[in-house]
């Protein structure tokens, strides 16, 4: 919900006071008044549902997720992901797992699970900075405090992409070091894909600029990836 007093239409991103009526005792979706569609067919979809139309990159669940739905419940799946993401990755660089002792395993786990943190936070600092240096209306309408929220939610949501490396977990002896790599490579795929259909869908740049979003989106990818890799470059410096 937009500052607590608004929905949106998850067809166009209008703004509406409610998503359904009351008649007696049924329920009844409203219709947009802008695109004439039903404003939010999701609120009569279970939540699975809802999850596995965003992980097909439904520009509808996002806007559902992220403005009409409780996000709770992707808070906690958020916390899944990134400690299933820090696991793989934990394995996936480690040449033989089975003959590392526990430790390593451990601290290789911890320092994975810093560094996606650091790069959820990267992400989302590029991504408010790039949108405000646009001059985007939106951050006045909803105020920096609530589009700083939106934008997070957006990051957690593209986010669900990172589910497709739990494979790597579970079919690491069965495959080689190219296929786990070309794999790791379609989920960062899928994954800048839903980052940009989520940020296109919270209307911080307009539909028809997706060029506009692909940009912005990709920059603040290759931003957020040269401070990772130069923060990684002087530590490693440091420790030598």
């Not at 999850?51 to 709770?72: E, M, Q, S, V």
């Not at 079919?171 to 259909?197: A, D, E, I, K, P």
Request: with cysteine; net charge positive.
């Amino acid at each position: 919900m937009i500052g607590g007093s608004f929905y949106v239409c998850v067809n166009c991103g209008h703004r509406v006071r409610e998503l359904c009526k009351k008649y007696s005792n049924t329920l009844k979706t409203t219709n947009c008044e802008k695109c004439h569609h039903v404003t939010d067919k999701y609120i009569e979809f279970e939540e699975f549902i809802i999850l596995i139309d965003a992980l097909l990159l439904d520009t509808c669940a996002f806007r559902h997720i992220i403005y009409n739905g409780d996000f709770k419940l992707y808070w906690k799946v958020s916390l899944v992901v990134l400690l299933l993401e820090s696991f793989a990755l934990c394995r996936q660089n480690l040449s033989d797992p089975a003959n590392y002792a526990l430790n390593v395993h451990e601290k290789g786990f911890y320092t994975y699970t810093l560094h996606n943190l650091g790069d959820y936070l990267l992400i989302t600092c590029f991504l408010l900075l790039l949108t405000a240096a646009l001059g985007n209306d939106q951050i006045k309408k909803m105020g920096v405090r609530n589009f700083t929220l939106t934008i997070i939610k957006v990051v957690v949501i593209s986010n669900l992409s990172k589910f497709f490396l739990l494979p790597i977990l579970v079919w690491r002896n069965n495959t080689t070091v190219f296929g786990r790599s070309v794999h790791y490579v379609l989920v960062m795929g899928h994954h800048l894909c839903s980052l940009v259909l989520a940020y296109e869908a919270v209307g911080s740049v307009k539909s028809r600029l997706r060029w506009l979003s692909i940009t912005l989106v990709i920059l603040a990818f290759v931003l957020k990836e040269y401070i990772r890799h130069y923060a990684a470059f002087q530590l490693q410096l440091h420790l030598t």
